[in-house]
């Protein structure tokens, strides 16, 4: 397993990036703009961490800018940790029985959420490409916790 990044939601690109990078000293080491999904993720790096950022993904903070207004309370505009995992069917199946809920099951083979005791959401995501769906994974729907 390896860490990859912490999300956090902005209301405002130019402001987040005032603070994070001119004063806080982060580097964009990555962005990504999804018009189908209305949002713009954006990738920062310690200075120490910028090549590992580059290179391989992590240790990052993602910045997520829903480009449909928000108002976020109570903490939501913390998001979700990620880790990478060597076989993300293996590693559910393995939470799952030792009682962890998995909010959003590895349909794909790429990408599961799990929630932790405190609810924090933690993602999931499959090292290289996506495995092949697989049962009782590939059958699970979208609602409901596993």
Known sequence: MRYLHTMVRISDI????DFYCNKFGLKEVR???SEAG????IFLAAPG????GKEKAAPLLELTYNW???TYTGGRNFG???YEV???YETCEKLRSNG????RPPRDGRMAFIRSPDNISIELLQKGDALPPQEPWASMGNTGEW
């Open 14 to 17: 130019d402001a987040a990036l």
């Open 31 to 33: 962005r990504t703009e």
């Open 38 to 41: 209305r949002f713009t993720l």
């Open 49 to 52: 961490d910028e090549a590992a």
């Open 68 to 70: 449909d207004p928000e």
């Open 80 to 82: 979700h940790l990620a």
């Open 86 to 88: 060597d076989d993300i």
């Open 100 to 103: 962890v809920t998995i909010n």
